[in-house]
């Protein structure tokens, strides 16, 4: 059996790291802030001293930050992946970033010796937790296929889409549609609340037709409460947004309705709801 690695114990990193250790694979974590590996070592994880160690020491480690530059200081930076990747060593950062530092990330990766996939996944905190997520993974295929047994924990269903960059690509375009998504809903929800109709009647109508999905049953329920404990946070739902712009300029492809919601959700991040759930784009829109 492989001996896997995994650092960043963050919100999704904590849940897929847990969930390889809980499935009896030899799992060695870190993270910057060393406590959050405490209640992955109770469960039988080991602690690797740095990023590079815990590189060194695996067949395959993957990776899960917060965003573009917190994945670049994981490989370039002192004691970094970098530094433990050589000899044929294989690493799969599952951070959403955008394609061209997945490219870069991979191409160092490579040159020094090792072996690199992006693996960035579809889904928040529940799925994390419950090995439910979806994994959009581009680059070595060989390596997408010895990473299928730990895949097979993580998530529910793994795709291999091509050459390094295009990971990054599907990720962006699913957090855009997810964020437009949420902004129309909200915007809704207030509508609905203004027009003294019931806000419940309208979710009841949302889940009886074409329109009935998982987001809005989840999150509508929570919205009426205005309760928005965090599984994806704002601030990381508005950085995918405005990576996907960045995506849109380069193509030269237009996305009004996407720029429209990447200011809602800047309007909620002045509000300081940036570490609240990306559902709180629901106080936004109801100024």
Not at 76 to 92: D, H, R, S, T
Not at 162 to 172: C, D, I, P, T, Y
Request: overall charge negative; charged content about 20%.
């Amino acid at each position: 059996m492989a001996k896997y690695g995994y650092l960043g114990l963050g919100i999704m990193g904590r849940g897929m790291a847990l969930n390889l250790v809980n499935a009896g694979h030899d799992v060695v974590v870190w993270n910057r802030s060393s406590e959050k590996c405490d209640e992955l070592v109770a469960a039988g994880a080991t602690k690797g001293s740095s990023p590079a160690e815990v590189v060194a020491s695996c067949d395959i480690t993957f990776a899960c930050v917060s965003d573009p530059e917190a994945s670049k200081a994981l490989v370039f930076g002192e004691n970094g992946v970098l530094e433990g990747v050589a000899g044929g060593k294989a690493y799969v950062d599952m951070s959403t970033i955008d394609p061209g530092t997945a490219q870069t990330i991979g191409a160092a990766i490579v040159e020094a010796g090792g072996r690199y996939l992006e693996a960035p996944v579809s889904g928040s905190k529940g799925p994390a937790e419950n090995g439910t997520l979806i994994l959009l993974a581009a680059g070595e295929r060989a390596l997408f296929d010895e990473a299928e047994p730990a895949f097979s924990v993580m998530g529910k269903k793994s795709v291999f889409l091509g050459e390094v960059g295009q990971g990054a690509r599907m990720k962006l375009v699913v957090n855009m549609i997810m964020g437009t998504m949420m902004t129309a809903f909200t915007e809704g929800m207030t509508l609905a609340e203004k027009a003294n109709l019931s806000t419940q009647d309208l979710l009841d109508v949302l889940d009886a037709g074409a329109m009935s999905n998982p987001m809005f049953r989840g999150k509508g329920p929570l919205m009426q409460k205005e309760s928005f404990a965090t599984a994806f946070p704002l601030k990381h739902a508005q950085k995918d947004m405005r990576l996907a712009l960045l995506l849109g300029d380069e193509l030269a492809h237009g996305m009004p309705t996407v720029a429209a919601s990447n200011e809602v959700f800047k309007k909620a991040r002045n509000k300081g709801l940036g570490d609240s759930d990306f559902s709180s784009v629901y106080l936004a829109s109801k100024d």
